[in-house]
T-cell receptor
Framework: DTAVSQTPKYLVTQMGNDKSIKCEQN?????MYWYKQDSKKFLKIMFS???????INETVPNRFSPKSPDKAHLNLHINSLELGDSAVYFC??????????????FGSGTRLTVV | KQEVTQIPAALSVPEGENLVLNCSFT??????LQWFRQDPGKGLTSLLL?????REQTSGRLNASLDKSSGRSTLYIAASQPGDSATYLC??????????FGGGTRLMVKP
């Protein structure tokens, strides 16, 4: 049973489209995250949610809108896709937002290509 | 703002060598530090998590050390194998349980 699962694994779409990436965790964690890995392979945090509440938004353009219907799900919706949005997007979860003792668990990533 | 540097950026060694991967961070007010492995086109696999109160953590052939005051962590890989070929990422935890990643060390172990 996959602990943190993302869908789809690959996404190719045209500029200007709107797309969503879904993430689900079955670990019972309170906190979920989205990270972006760009073409230079640097991983940077985008958002973090704790029990459905947004707690970190790292100056991400407002074309990106995360939605957390419950604490086991954190979806990422992207409007008006641009070429620069092409990257690998990773979802992750942790036990709590204030507790790093157990560390993060990452999903396998979604490779988004905007053409 | 935390910045993380990993040296070397790439490393190619023959099988059987012992390796040291270095990680330095600018803000020593970290909670814990986690080392990950990333295979090409894949997600991140956690290798070791070092608590801020610990100085080292071991798992099999891997040993990670942490010196918070000097802003350094090292990952030691003993008797390297071709299956160890991957990118190794270091990430300290700061406030808000936020991870800051280094650029990684790309390791190739040749048979």
């Amino acid at each position: 049973d996959t602990a943190v699962s993302q869908t789809p694994k690959y996404l190719v779409t045209q500029m200007g489209n709107d797309k969503s990436i879904k993430c689900e965790q079955n670990l019972g964690h309170d906190t979920m995250y989205w990270y972006k890995q760009d073409s230079k392979k640097f991983l940077k945090i985008m958002f973090s949610y704790n029990n459905k509440e947004l707690i970190i938004n790292e100056t991400v353009p407002n074309r990106f809108s995360p939605k957390s219907p419950d604490k086991a799900h954190l979806n990422l919706h992207i409007n008006s896709l641009e070429l620069g949005d092409s990257a690998v997007y990773f979802c992750a979860s942790s036990r709590h937002s204030w507790d790093s003792e157990a560390g993060y668990t990452f999903g396998s990533g979604t490779r988004l290509t905007v053409v | 703002k935390q910045e993380v540097t990993q040296i070397p950026a790439a490393l190619s060694v023959p099988e059987g060598e012992n390796l040291v991967l270095n990680c330095s961070f600018t803000d020593s007010a970290i909670y814990n530090l986690q080392w990950f492995r990333q295979d090409p086109g894949k997600g991140l696999t956690s290798l070791l998590l070092i608590q801020s109160s610990q100085r080292e953590q071991t798992s099999g052939r891997l040993n990670a050390s942490l010196d918070k005051s000097s802003g350094r962590s090292t990952l030691y890989i003993a008797a390297s194998q071709p299956g160890d070929s991957a990118t190794y990422l270091c990430a300290p935890y700061n406030a808000g349980n936020m991870l800051t990643f280094g650029g990684g060390t790309r390791l190739m172990v040749k048979p």
